[in-house]
């Protein structure tokens, strides 16, 4: 059977168009986060809307929707791009990846994760400035929430609906700019194998709902400049082997 020129010509057309189509490279058009689609331009053409490629999608997920201007490139089964899929963002010239971080202690005009280290670092940086890192060759791990313009929303969360365990070996240090508060529901044991220092620019305040137990082999309680006050709606006991006052 002598096979027609015409058709063979047609089928190799055909399948040369959809072996162009297999794999493109394109920006995201638009995103429908109701579905988890999106759709991409490739060209001057723009794709029905499409799945992404994500970690998880079952009972366990994770999420990361595509951005408007992400470059991404989209795998057509058969050349067939309406059963397209998202495969994953391409980095871009004009994207700044490494822009200096001065909160993670780069200097001015200096990028936090230099070229020459760049290897060793696992970094995502997300549009308002957040950023989450770790450095394997200097084993650090940074996690910063910028204060977006003054607003009261920057914050971050750790919920534990029992238990929560948070263990140094070492040194560990809190600063607070403004105030801090600590409410426990029912006791608090503070055990320190040295010394413990409470110090603070103005005032501290030590309240309990029921008792307060001061104790130790030596208690001194000590006013550098004004007087020292103690009250009780009942009786003020004071034992000792020897009461004094002195001037």
Not at 230 to 243: E, S
Request: glycine share 6%; proline share 2%; hydrophobic share 40%.
């Amino acid at each position: 059977m002598i096979s027609d020129p015409a058709q063979s010509e047609l089928a190799l057309s055909d399948l040369q168009h959809r072996l162009s189509k297999l794999i493109s490279l394109g920006t995201v058009h638009e995103v429908d986060y109701e579905t988890a689609r999106v759709k991409v331009k490739i060209g001057d053409w723009i794709t029905a809307k499409l799945p992404w490629l994500t970690d998880m999608a079952a009972h366990n997920m994770t999420w990361r929707a595509p951005e408007v201007g992400e470059q991404v490139i989209v795998l057509a089964p058969c050349g067939d791009t309406a059963q397209g899929v998202i495969l994953g963002s391409v980095y871009s010239a004009a994207a700044d990846h490494h822009k200096p971080d001065h909160v993670l202690g780069a200097g001015e005009g200096e990028s936090y994760a230099a070229a020459s280290s760049r290897e060793h670092v696992h970094r995502t940086r997300y549009q308002d400035g957040a950023l989450v890192e770790y450095d394997t060759q200097n084993h650090t791990y940074h996690l910063y929430v910028p204060d977006t313009d003054g607003e009261e929303t920057a914050k971050i969360t750790v919920h534990s609906e029992r238990d929560l365990h948070i263990e140094c070996g070492f040194n560990a240090t809190v600063e607070v700019g403004n105030n801090a508060s600590i409410n426990v529901v029912n006791d608090v044991n503070l055990t320190v194998g040295n010394d413990a220092f409470v110090s603070a620019v103005k005032n501290i305040h030590v309240t309990a709902e029921e008792t307060l137990n001061l104790a130790g082999k030596q208690v001194n309680i000590s006013s550098s400049e004004q007087d020292i006050a103690i009250a009780a709606t009942g009786n003020l006991l004071l034992n000792g082997a020897m009461i004094k006052a002195q001037e």
